[in-house]
T-cell receptor, first 115, second 113 residues
Framework: ETGVTQSPTHLIKTRGQQVTLRCSSQ?????VSWYQQALGQGPQFIFQ???????GRGNFPPRFSGLQFPNYSSELNVNALELDDSALYLC??????????????FGPGTRLTVL | AQSVTQLDSQVPVFEEAPVELRCNYS??????LFWYVQYPNQGLQLLLK??????LVKGINGFEAEFNKSQTSFHLRKPSVHISDTAEYFC???????????FGAGTRLFVKA
């Protein structure tokens, strides 16, 4: 069984650029959640995708957007990068929708640095 | 809305000593509670969870936590720590039937020889 994988592991961008981060969910999982973890802080929920549809969103501006593909892998896109977007971006996959508890399995994250 | 407060940002402790990492939460609805561990340059790993039932929850690596509804707390304990327990620990909460998990700011556990 393959766990959750994320690419790239590290990324450096400049202010104003756009970035795409990728996540492959664990085998059999159909739900992906994305989190932003700034240095020294806990992860903050960005959004969740369930069966290719956005299932819920945290307090992030529209320049944070995502996609989920038929194989349930996912992308996080961030436009017009700001310095404060520098963080570790974590993706977590699980099986099922939001009506019951489904354990989330986290990937190792992508470290984004915005200069 | 739910929130989580981890009362200690850092906890230094000697090897083989007991440790308690404190967590308080706020919610007007029923919740699930979690503790996660994060080792350097890695993602989060679930240590234990409280969904319902017994308030004492046992997890991996010898950790346990007790859910106290009246005090809205979910403190994590281990009777004897090892050097390998050095990591960042996160308490988290999600609304039952909800879609997002709210994390605390984390507690860095540093185990000294």
């Amino acid at each position: 069984e393959t766990g959750v994988t994320q690419s790239p592991t590290h990324l450096i961008k400049t202010r104003g650029q756009q970035v795409t981060l990728r996540c492959s969910s664990q085998s059999g999982h159909n739900t992906v959640s994305w989190y932003q973890q700034a240095l020294g802080q806990g992860p903050q929920f960005i959004f969740q995708y369930y069966r290719e549809e956005e299932n819920g969103r945290g307090n992030f501006p529209p320049r944070f957007s995502g996609l989920q593909f038929p194989n349930y892998s996912s992308e996080l896109n961030v436009n017009a990068l700001e310095l404060d977007d520098s963080a570790l971006y974590l993706c977590a996959s699980s099986f099922g929708g939001s009506n019951s508890y489904n354990e989330q399995f986290f990937g190792p994250g992508t470290r984004l640095t915005v200069l | 809305a739910q929130s989580v407060t981890q009362l200690d940002s850092q906890v230094p402790v000697f090897e083989e000593a007991p440790v308690e990492l404190r967590c308080n939460y706020s919610s007007s609805v029923s919740v699930y509670l979690f503790w996660y561990v994060q080792y350097p340059n890695q993602g989060l790993q679930l240590l234990l969870k409280y969904l319902s039932g017994s308030t004492l929850v046992k997890g991996i690596n010898g950790f346990e936590a007790e859910f106290n509804k009246s005090q809205t707390s979910f403190h994590l304990r281990k009777p004897s720590v090892h050097i390998s327990d050095t990591a960042e620990y996160f308490c988290a909460v999600s609304k039952t039937g909800g879609f997002k998990t709210i994390f605390g700011a984390g507690t860095r556990l540093f185990v000294k020889a």
